[in-house]
């Protein structure tokens, strides 16, 4: 399987528009917290990445006391993270050897990253073992074998089966996690719309789409080619696309 290398693309991940807006209240902390109370609750999000996800939660639970963690791979996407939030304790190091210790959080966010770790496995393990009895573990992701008609793989058809390496199935996430004596909600939200070609166009540009840096550059070229053509030949071009989010909500019992 091969990964992406996010040191490479960390001064542009901000970049993508969408990356920034999607992020709204997490409502499952909010109902963890309303439902467990205690002076203080422990949170991390792992493969945090530039730090999008804790900069909107740490700004929405003002007052709540929290002790903010954040945990990535790569030190050049929390370099980014540490400008722009404060109040983290952020950690250099692998997800599936974390250096915490066991029943540490509350709760745990892990946002579009599951899919990188090279042995999926031991990172459960791992996040069982930090995860407090009663704490939560949310998992929110694409769902690409829902998805086979989404714009990246029309334009890109070989990130398809790049994706296919890493990404597991929604049974398979749901049973393992089910074997590790968790409580799993696992719902897929699907979505099928005519989308305009030109508006995706600065994101397949950007190549910051993590699949897009796995496919060799002469896959890259040709697709991107292919949606400058169809653009100049029909500005207000559509496609069929569909595009499928899962939502796993694990509970430490």
């Not at 939030?85 to 190091?93: G, I, L, Y």
């Not at 997800?95 to 709760?107: H, K, L, Q, R």
């Not at 998992?139 to 690409?144: A, G």
Request: net charge negative; with cysteine.
């Amino acid at each position: 399987m091969k990964t992406t290398n996010y040191s490479n693309i960390a001064e542009k991940y901000d970049k993508n528009q969408f990356r920034v807006d999607e992020i709204r209240l997490d409502y499952d902390l909010k109902d963890y917290i309303e439902n467990n109370r205690k002076f203080e609750y422990s949170v991390l999000d792992l493969s945090c990445g530039t730090g999008l996800y804790l900069e909107k939660q740490v700004n929405y639970f003002k007052g709540v006391h929290i002790r903010w963690n954040g945990l990535d791979l790569s030190d050049r996407m929390l370099k980014k993270a540490n400008e722009k939030v404060k109040n983290v304790e952020f950690t250099n190091a692998n997800v599936e050897d974390m250096p915490y210790n066991s029943d540490e959080f509350d709760f745990i966010s892990n946002n579009y990253a599951f899919h990188h770790y090279s042995n999926k496995e031991q990172a459960l393990s791992e996040i069982h073992r930090v995860l407090t009895k009663g704490g939560i573990y949310k998992l929110h992701n694409i769902s690409i074998h829902d998805m086979p008609k989404w714009w990246v793989y029309y334009y890109f058809p070989t990130a398809y089966y790049e994706d296919l390496k890493r990404y597991w199935k929604k049974e398979v996430i749901f049973n393992e996690l089910t074997t590790m004596g968790l409580q799993v909600n696992l719902k897929i939200e699907y979505r099928m719309e005519n989308v305009r070609v030109k508006d995706y166009l600065d994101y397949a540009v950007n190549r910051d789409i993590s699949v897009l840096t796995l496919i060799n550059d002469k896959d890259y070229e040709e697709g991107l080619e292919k949606m400058k053509y169809d653009l100049k030949t029909n500005l207000d071009k559509t496609i069929v696309n569909d595009f499928a989010e899962m939502f796993c909500i694990a509970k430490k019992l």
